[in-house]
Nanobody, 126 residues
């Protein structure tokens, strides 16, 4: 049972990337999923959540309007489309499986997640 994130890279401000998170050994369709990020010298920050059917999404204020979370349950893949990147978005981005299929008040807390992908680095600089 594991998650494997990919798609990071180095981009200029204003650029875009699409991150992927492939699930192995379990069905992604049974779980709510989140993306977190950890910038150099900072703690882990919750970025976005999508519920099990994929119809309800939530975003941190810092990324709302620029990031889009989505999922392909048939292919067991979670995505994060990130647009209009800013230097402050530089971080290691990780996907994580939530204990519930729906959003709760604790869904932004990293300690509520027990399965994590290894992370993919996004660097934004000119």
């Amino acid at each position: 049972v594991q998650l494997q994130a990919s798609g990071g890279g180095s981009v200029q401000p204003g650029g875009s990337l699409r991150l992927s998170c492939a699930a192995y050994g379990f069905s992604l369709s049974n779980y709510g999923m989140s993306w977190f990020r950890e910038a150099p010298g900072k703690g882990r920050e919750w970025v976005s959540f999508i519920d099990q059917p994929g119809g309800i999404t939530h975003y941190a204020d810092s990324v709302r309007g620029r990031f889009t979370i989505s999922r392909d349950n048939a292919n067991n893949v979670l995505y994060l489309e990130i647009n209009n990147l800013e230097p402050e978005d530089t971080a290691v981005y990780s996907c994580a499986r939530y204990r519930y299929s729906y959003f709760t008040a604790q869904a932004a807390s990293a300690d509520q997640y027990h399965l994590w992908g290894q992370g993919t680095l996004v660097t934004v600089s000119s």
